[in-house]
């Protein structure tokens, strides 16, 4: 960022100081300390008030190929996000109020010259850290305990989130053209590896047990893991960034934060050792026991998701793998053959699981499948 950019958002944030934080606000002179996420420019400015002194975040939004701040303000595309996230964000603080252990981060103003968000700064702490804490040879209880509550809350607040923004509408699985979008996932894997398709028939079966299954649809927060669920020092959680999508099945966003352990780079490079296995079904039954109130979840249209979302994880990161700027040539080709071998069994196993399940009549037929949360 050049230090003309800088200034000009320095100047911009300070004339909206009595706008946003009231007269007698003032922003501290002193260049603030700035962060480059893969999504996002953040810059935080040290606001004076009357009573004491806070911390504001400008984010600016960008896409993963922007280098530049200067590309990230003049997108139109970004433009859209922001005033999205503007009005997604308040909307879910709007949700969790008076939900005592539920909090969000509203936004205070936008700036949209700069496409930036301003908001408020939380102490907080991601609750992808906790992860790091379990080993691979021994599960420490105590560090557990201490996870699962906090879990257990990332289920119950994306069901808030869905109830905030449902619609009436259940639409069955052939209708969301599921399959089709597989379909076009597996072709694009099968540039980078030909094995890939030999998955398409173990999904087609799987699909064949769901296909009629009505889910519910609201919207999505779209990139609900746990690098995006954060955990405050009074124990409140709260999510981050989200990728919103208008209308989807809910199982999206419950299949993103279901296999976010099985699908980090770190447990792919370990060939799954870094999360215990032990810990996969308590870790599963935490966040569906928060989210599933007083309802039943398809357990084989669940699986379905997860194994989907297995399958764009891998893609992801072969995407990674083909840039030069990520490894050696030589390098990406062994990584390669390493990503896939992990993901194959990885999605097996998912799919595994919902033909399991499905044979085992734990699914819900369309008439009785129960929504997680009224539409109304």
Known sequence: MSSNELQNLTDAVAHQMSLVFGE??????????????????????????????????????????MKTLHEAISSDHIRGIITTEFEVLNAIADAV?????????????????????????????????????????????????????????AGKLLRVIHSRFATKQQESLESLR?????????????????????????????????????VPLAGLHNAYHLGNVFVTPEGKVGTLDPNWTASGSVYVDLACIISYPQTRRVQVLTQGLRFPSSLR????????????????????????????????????????????????????????RWVRHYFHGL??????????????????????????FSCG
Not at 179 to 195: F, K, T, Y
């Open 178 to 214: 599921v399959l089709e979008n597989l379909a076009e996932s597996l072709d694009a894997l099968g540039h980078h590896d030909r094995s890939s398709n030999e998955l398409l028939h173990p999904f087609i079966d799987l699909y064949e047990s769901v296909k009629s299954l009505r």
């Open 347 to 372: 999605i097996r196993q998912y799919l595994e699981q919902g033909l399991k399940a499905s044979a085992s009549n734990r699914q819900l037929d369309d008439r009785e499948h129960l929504a997680p």
């Open 97 to 153: 109020e008076g939900e005592p252990l539920l909090c969000a981060i509203r936004p205070l103003a936008i700036l949209p010259e700069f496409n930036a968000v301003v908001m408020d700064n939380v102490q907080m702490r991601l609750l992808k850290t906790s992860l790091s804490r379990f080993s691979p040879s021994r599960v420490n209880s105590e560090h557990w305990k201490q996870f699962e509550g906090p879990l257990e809350l």
């Open 24 to 65: 007698g606000a003032n922003l501290d002179p002193a260049t603030p300390a700035g962060l480059h996420r893969r999504y996002s420019f953040m810059f935080h400015y040290r606001i004076k008030l009357p009573d004491g002194t806070i911390k504001s975040i400008i984010e600016i939004p960008r896409d993963a190929w």
């Open 281 to 336: 079904e308590p870790y599963e039954t935490a966040l569906l026991r928060g989210y599933f109130t007083g309802s039943q979840v398809s357990y084989p249209v669940l699986y379905f998701y997860c194994a989907t979302a297995a399958l764009e994880k891998w893609r992801y990161i072969e995407d990674l793998l083909r840039d030069r700027r990520e490894l050696p040539r030589a390098g990406s080709w062994a990584a390669s």
